[in-house]
């Protein structure tokens, strides 16, 4: 298994990396090669993203190196994409194998590691059928059509008449579609119209659950935890109930796992803390071993075999590449060995996080195994210039709706470096 080399201050990017230029300078004006890439990267490509003030060029393991050649623990992870590390071993020799012998065929033809992948991940997930794409929010598209057809074809809702229920807080992509059912501002404001045929309910609130489901429900969309809201785990309970309310009612629970699910819980599913199977997994991120995107919609054959040639697709859906990566992500999740890590190192990060509760540090700590949210309190500043600041002392975090800041490392982090960079994180904070 790939491990990260423990950093010390001399060697782990504690020089303040470049501040972020002028995105109006052009690059030659820049001085140097962080201020060039930035300069560059502002000048010529939409300004969707606002990206700490890096530019990494190398990684391996938990740790990456920039183009000044300054090393920082990556706590971030990809949100979750990056599970197995970067450039782990076994997932790069199984990209190099098939990157030899072929890596796209379209499905307009068969290759010879799809069925395998479809088969093996339908196993892991205790299910029957696979219909593979690439990214989490073409996943979730693809469940949206999915329970749709399944409304209309099995359990008789009127054409036109489907209803999906979500949750407040959600994210689960930033699609047209996805973001009408978006109460994130920032995501949603100004790409109307809307599609129809959502209802937002608040996330954790079983009884308004109940209330919202109707006959022409098809499926109820969650994620067990919310990530992009900062790491929100729901009340116990929760999911069990959620389970139980869709099969009373005849409704799909379509679990959105593309950053709880594949090991990041210290479970294979972060359903599987309540022991619920829901009726169909969205799946990503991590599927992919931060090589190359894969993502799923994994579920039963009466809820899958909706489908008919022509209806939906992708070109790059289940490539031979894509497949032999998710083939050993698999294999690689099946010894429970990244479930564990994940476990136990996440039961260590948050005893040590809530060490800091209490003292003005912090005013709460949320989450589950290699997952945390933490919110700062305003005296300390916000999120984005708190990791500002862990940025110049060697660790990658990333700030989310202002005040809250997101800790994901990969599974494969050691615990001195998990130690290294919870006490850059104190240092930050107490300062």
């Given at each position: 298994m790939s491990t990260s080399t423990?950093?010390?201050?001399?060697?782990?990017?504690?020089s303040s990396p470049a501040a972020s230029p002028d995105p109006a300078?052009?690059?030659?004006?820049?001085?140097?090669?962080?201020?060039?890439?930035?300069?560059?990267?502002?000048a010529h490509s939409a300004h969707n993203y606002h990206p700490l003030p890096v530019v990494i060029a190398e990684a391996e393991g938990a740790w990456v190196t920039d183009v000044e050649g300054r090393r920082y623990l990556d706590m971030l992870a990809g949100y979750s994409a990056l599970n197995f590390g970067h450039a782990h071993p076994r997932l790069i020799a199984a990209a190099k194998a098939q990157l030899g012998r072929v890596t796209l065929t379209s499905r307009a033809f068969h290759h010879d590691r799809f069925a395998q992948f479809c088969a093996e991940l339908a196993d892991l997930c205790g299910m029957e059928m696979v219909l593979p794409m690439?990214?989490?929010?073409?996943?979730?598209?693809?469940?949206?059509?999915?329970a749709r057809k399944w409304g209309y074809q099995v359990k008789g809702v009127p054409e036109g008449r489907a209803k999906i229920v979500v949750a407040e807080g959600n994210f689960?992509?930033?699609?047209?579609?996805?973001?009408?059912?978006?109460?994130?501002?920032?995501?949603?404001?100004g790409f109307g119209p809307y599609t129809p045929g959502f209802e937002v309910v608040p996330y954790g609130d079983l009884d308004a659950l109940d209330a919202a489901v109707d006959a022409d429900t098809v499926a109820v969309l969650l994620e067990p935890i919310q990530g992009e809201a900062g790491v929100l785990v729901p009340p116990p309970g929760y999911l069990a109930g959620v389970r139980r309310l869709t099969a009373e009612r005849g409704v799909l629970f379509v679990a959105d796992e593309i950053q709880s699910g594949l090991g990041r819980t210290g479970r294979t599913f972060a359903c599987g803390h309540e022991d619920v199977v829901p009726d169909m997994y969205v799946l990503g991120k991590a599927l992919g071993g931060g090589v190359?995107?894969?993502?799923?919609?994994?579920s039963s054959r009466d809820v899958?075999?909706?489908?008919?040639?022509?209806?939906?697709?992708?070109?790059?859906?289940?490539?031979?590449?894509?497949?032999?990566?998710?083939?050993?992500?698999?294999?690689?999740?099946?010894?429970?060995?990244h479930q564990q890590r994940a476990a136990d190192l996440g039961d260590h990060l948050h005893r040590e996080l809530g060490a800091l509760l209490?003292?003005?540090?912090?005013?709460?700590?949320?989450?589950?195994?290699?997952?945390?949210?933490?919110?700062?309190?305003?005296?300390?500043?916000?999120?984005?210039?708190?990791s500002e600041s862990l940025l110049t002392r060697g660790v990658l975090a990333k700030d989310t709706h202002t005040s809250t800041i997101r800790l994901a490392p990969p599974l494969i982090i050691s615990k001195d470096d998990l130690d290294w960079s919870l006490t850059q994180l104190r240092t930050v904070l107490t300062s």
């Open positions: 423990s950093g010390s201050p001399a060697t782990a990017g504690t300078a052009s690059p030659g004006s820049a001085t140097s090669a962080t201020e060039r890439q930035i300069a560059a990267a502002e690439n990214t989490g929010a073409e996943a979730v598209e693809t469940a949206v059509k999915t689960h992509g930033r699609t047209t579609t996805i973001i009408s059912f978006s109460t994130d501002p920032e995501a949603r404001a190359v995107p894969v993502s799923a919609v994994v899958l075999g909706v489908f008919r040639p022509g209806e939906h697709g992708s070109t790059f859906g289940g490539n031979p590449l894509a497949c032999a990566v998710g083939l050993e992500v698999i294999a690689m999740l099946r010894s429970g060995e209490g003292t003005g540090a912090l005013t709460a700590v949320r989450g589950r195994g290699l997952w945390a949210g933490l919110d700062i309190p305003p005296a300390r500043g916000t999120g984005r210039a708190i």
